[in-house]
């Protein structure tokens, strides 16, 4: 029996038709350079083709050569413009972190102070990742006052503290999920496991920031850990 679709979720092609517009409104230049970087690559592989006398068979291997740099740059441009609508937002990091591949369980929000600043948990290989939302004036001691409550749960395992933002010594919403990628592997997958286990007992005592966290954009996933 065939599986019914859900008329709620939008096919591919208005998938893309709607990234397509998210580009546009981001950079109005976005799309002609797709369909730019699309046509250069036909023309220079078709140009090869009539130099070495293999011109029906550059063609076919041209279109396939466009197609594909015209998605590498096609996603590319959806990338950050997905990071220029989440930039600014509350729990915009957040929304970063859990677009993230691999075995990553991201905690959004467990502490947050009355200007919105935020601290989100990361478990994964590296041990225990904090990342704070906000100045670095007034995020430093939450994100000193969080390492010490989950490290009381998490005896002997690495904890790491990011400020994500625009200030100095932060790292921009754009540059976080690599970031955490190329953090150390400390852990294995069982301890990982281990780790996730310890930190269901702290208490969530914390209030949720006001105001909606972002939900229209969906991050791109990034590459997995090896």
């Known amino acids: 029996m065939a599986k019914s679709e859900d008329p709620e979720k939008p096919g591919r092609i208005k998938q893309l038709r709607m990234i397509a517009k998210i580009i546009k409104q981001a950079n ?11 046509v250069g690559t036909l023309a220079v592989v078709v140009v090869i ?3 070495t006398d293999y011109l029906w068979y550059s063609v076919f291997i041209g279109v396939l050569a466009a197609f594909t740099v015209g998605l590498v740059v096609f996603g590319q441009l959806a990338q950050k413009a997905q990071y220029s609508i989440l930039h600014g937002q509350t729990g915009a990091a957040a929304a970063v972190l859990q677009g993230m591949r691999g ?3 991201v905690t959004p929000a467990i502490a947050v102070n009355r200007d919105q600043d935020l601290i989100h948990l990361v478990v994964g290989y590296p041990g225990v990742v904090l990342v704070s939302e906000g100045p670095g004036n007034r995020v430093a001691k939450m994100l000193a006052a969080e390492k010490k409550r989950v490290a009381r749960v998490v005896l002997g395992v690495e904890i790491y503290d990011i400020q994500c933002g625009d200030g100095e010594g932060q790292v921009p919403i754009s540059k976080l999920q690599r970031h955490i990628m190329k953090l150390p592997r400390n852990l294995k ?4 496991n281990e780790v996730k286990d310890r930190l269901r007992s702290l208490p969530k005592n914390m209030p949720m920031p006001k105001g909606p966290m972002p939900k229209g954009a969906r991050m791109p996933r990034g590459p997995k850990m090896r």
Do not use: R, Y
């Open 49 to 51: 083709g009539l130099v």
């Open 28 to 38: 109005p230049k976005g799309m002609p350079i797709v369909f730019l970087s699309a």
């Open 189 to 192: 997958k069982p301890s990982v």
């Open 103 to 105: 075995n990553w369980q």
